[in-house]
């Protein structure tokens, strides 16, 4: 354990050197995780007190939420555990010095899965707490239900790491260092299989279509019906439930199971990095071939012909980069199989058997989708956009060197990303509109918002990215975790509510007057236009602020370069 303390002391020392961050920083900081952590919290509270209210069906709609939110999160820790496992274990820049120390290899690869579990669930679990802290307050739970709260999330996030890690190690050695790109396909495939079987054992249309049963008890059977007893979310879900009901003894077995099932995986996963783990550094090592060859690119210049030559170079060097890095490119097939999910699921929404008028409800979810898609597209822009800045790496003094200016060099950032969110986005809202059978009105009002919305996010991300870049980042999951992401991912969300709420109460009497064939008198129509030149106003601010305020700062990280 000394030497696993000892490989470890390096991270721990990157804390301590951290604290030199300013009280405003700080502040700041922790005042937006807190506000977001109590919306969440207030949120949850507020649905599971609904529940209450419900005779008899309340208790099982509870207990199924619960479920669903331990497989999203045990689901999500996967997602973030693939990718940060395959970083830390093969692609980290010191893999070299530290197997070149007399360590055994199942040592190192124990320090790197522990830093690998902390990076990739620490703020999933901040942000699931608050629902499970919610419990407690709705059924009056005792310290052992808060104690259990931590001690299932820490079982449950050791598993997910330790299974990724295992998945990686073995796909490292399946498959040819030289393709390695082909392991983000994989993994990316397998990332899809594993949300669409989460999704599935959930099954959330079984509790909006009760006259699908015979009688209503086959419905609320089906509701109990519980997942898999040999699923670890069964375990954490039986833990969690019992603890509440007040059967200590049942949630104390539930939680032993958790635990021994983790040991177990670990023990398993110490076993393979002893036999392989080593073979697999070193194959990871060798040289890699990209996924286009240089001819691929011979014809962007031509394409950018009206550009500036200094423009027109760096451009194609971004889509160059960007094509020959597969910790991004590999990411499109899974974003495309969740743009599919997302659409398919308005396909099958039972509109038809809703007690509100057809049309209303239509166009109701016309609107709240555009808070929906622009919420996927933070994420999206989260990863792609914010990171964007920061993967210029050690090499970013060449780009102070270019005959660029810094602002060029934001705004080819900017729209080397806005256009294909912005296609990705207008997808989504057009396609979902169009299996909603929404009026003209709402199709043209979710187009042209997603028109203010899409550059407002990409230049939060660019922005905010710029002035808090991370150029000794290993890859672009790194970046987004930090203070800047952080905010960058706040901002986004208070915007995107922001607007929504601004257009509520316009979009609804201009609704409603088409469907009654009303008139609007002429102070609502003076209200409706100024909520929308807010909201232009609003937007175009979010565009120029975070571009100028990152402009300011990187000028200045460049100077002391």
Known sequence: MSDILVLLRPRVLSFRNAKNSSAARLLVFGGLGAAFWGGIFTVSLRILDYFQSIEELGDILAWKLLSMVIIIYFSLLIFSSILTALSKLYLSRDLMLVHAMPVPARKIFLARWIESAMDSSWMIIIFTLPVLVSYGVIYSGDPWYFLLILLVMLFLSATASIISAIVVMITVIIIPPGRIKSIFIFLGLLLFLLLYMAFRLIRPERLVDPEAFSTA?????????????????????????????????????????LMAFAGLMISVAVIIADAFYARGVSKSQTARKTLFGRRSFDLLPRLLFFLPRPVQAYTVKEIRTFFRDQTQWSQIFLI???????????????????????????????????GLAAFVLTAVAGRFAYPAVSTEGESFWLVRAAPIRI???????????????????????????????????????????????????????????????????????????????????????????????????????????????????????????????????????????????????????????
């Open 336 to 370: 495309g199989a969740l743009i599919v999910i997302y659409i398919y699921n308005f396909k099958v929404l039972p509109l038809e058997r809703s007690p509100m008028p057809t049309v209303y409800l239509q166009n109701l979810l016309s609107f709240l989708n555009m």
């Open 217 to 257: 008890l086959a419905y609320l059977s089906i509701i109990e019906t519980p997942s898999s007893p040999l699923l670890p979310t069964t375990w954490a879900f039986n833990a969690l439930m019992t603890a509440l009901t007040g059967r200590a003894a049942s949630s104390a077995m539930d939680i032993f199971l």
């Open 407 to 561: 602002r060029a060099f934001l705004w080819i950032k900017f729209f080397i990303y806005f256009v294909p969110l912005m296609i990705l986005t207008q997808i989504l809202i057009i396609a979902t509109n169009l299996l909603l059978q929404v009026t003209p009105f709402m199709m043209v009002l979710s187009v042209t918002t997603m028109m203010l919305v899409v550059p407002a996010v990409v230049a939060l991300g660019i922005g905010l990215g710029a002035a808090y870049p991370d150029f000794n980042a290993e890859n672009p999951t790194q970046v987004v975790t930090g203070f800047g992401g952080l905010v960058f991912m706040m901002l986004a969300a208070v915007y995107i509510t922001v607007i929504i709420v601004l257009q509520a109460s316009p979009v609804y009497y201009i609704f409603m007057s088409g469907l009654f064939d009303r008139d609007l008198p002429m102070t609502r129509w003076i209200w409706i236009v100024g909520s929308f030149m807010l909201i232009l106003l609003l937007s175009v601010l979010t565009i120029v602020c975070p571009m100028l305020y990152g402009e300011r700062r990187l000028s200045g990280l460049g100077r002391d370069m």
